[in-house]
């Protein structure tokens, strides 16, 4: 597996996202229109996807729920993940792996790996011992999840439409890893 050159991950604050904003836009618009199940439907476009970021990332990184990590390889936002923290007071020792992507360009350089791993880390920090998440069944994420120790608790079947035929449903798979 070639690795990625001058790699980097860092944990951004509300105010980075500001001044990012439109990287992490095309990061998202463009794994949605290369076809990704991540809670969009085509078509989806910037201003779409600036509102993702603004209104629903922006205010719970802010507030502390959510830890927010970007990819960069060699200057430029090749990947992003999220840690939901913000859950309710029976789960203190839970958090949600949430919008791991990585743009279509970068892929199957182990900026995945690298920013789950970072991601683990994070919820280490913070006492944070069981890490779940859903993906679309049979995605790339599935293999790559397993990969890295994640368990598959079961399929539910007809869980989101499918993002270029709204006639089709598609299954997700919850996983879940024990740090
Ligand atoms: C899933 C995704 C994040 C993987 O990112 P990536 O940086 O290409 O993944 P990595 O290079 O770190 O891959 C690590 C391992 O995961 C597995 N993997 C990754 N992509 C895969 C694919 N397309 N098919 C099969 N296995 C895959 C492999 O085991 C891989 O190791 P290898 O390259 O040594 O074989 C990326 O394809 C993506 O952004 N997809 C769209 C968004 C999405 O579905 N996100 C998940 C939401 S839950």
Same mark, same amino acid.
């Given at each position: 597996m070639p690795e990625a050159t001058a790699q980097a991950i860092v944990r951004l604050t509300a105010a980075d996202l500001d001044t990012q904003l439109e990287a992490f836009a095309e990061l998202l618009e463009a794994c949605v229109v290369d076809?990704? @199940?991540?809670g969009f439907v085509l078509p989806f476009g910037r201003e779409e996807s600036r509102a993702f970021w603004r209104d629903a990332v922006r205010p719970a990184v802010a507030a502390g729920d959510r830890v927010l990590l970007a990819a960069y390889v060699e200057g430029r936002l090749a990947g992003t993940v999220q840690l939901v923290l913000?859950?309710?007071?029976?789960?203190?020792?839970r958090a949600e792996v949430t919008k791991l992507l990585v743009h279509p360009r970068m892929r199957r350089r182990g900026i995945a790996r690298i920013l789950m791993a970072a991601l683990e880390r994070e919820a280490a920090e913070r006492g944070r011992r069981l890490i779940t998440l859903d993906t679309r @069944? /049979? /995605?790339?994420?599935e293999p790559l999840y397993a990969s890295l120790g994640y368990a598959a608790a079961g399929r539910l079947p007809g869980w989101s439409v499918d993002p270029g035929d709204a006639a089709k449903f598609d299954s997700t798979t919850f996983m879940y890893k024990t740090l």
């Open positions: 076809g990704a @199940s991540i913000g859950l309710p007071p029976n789960q203190p020792h @069944s /049979d /995605d790339a994420a």
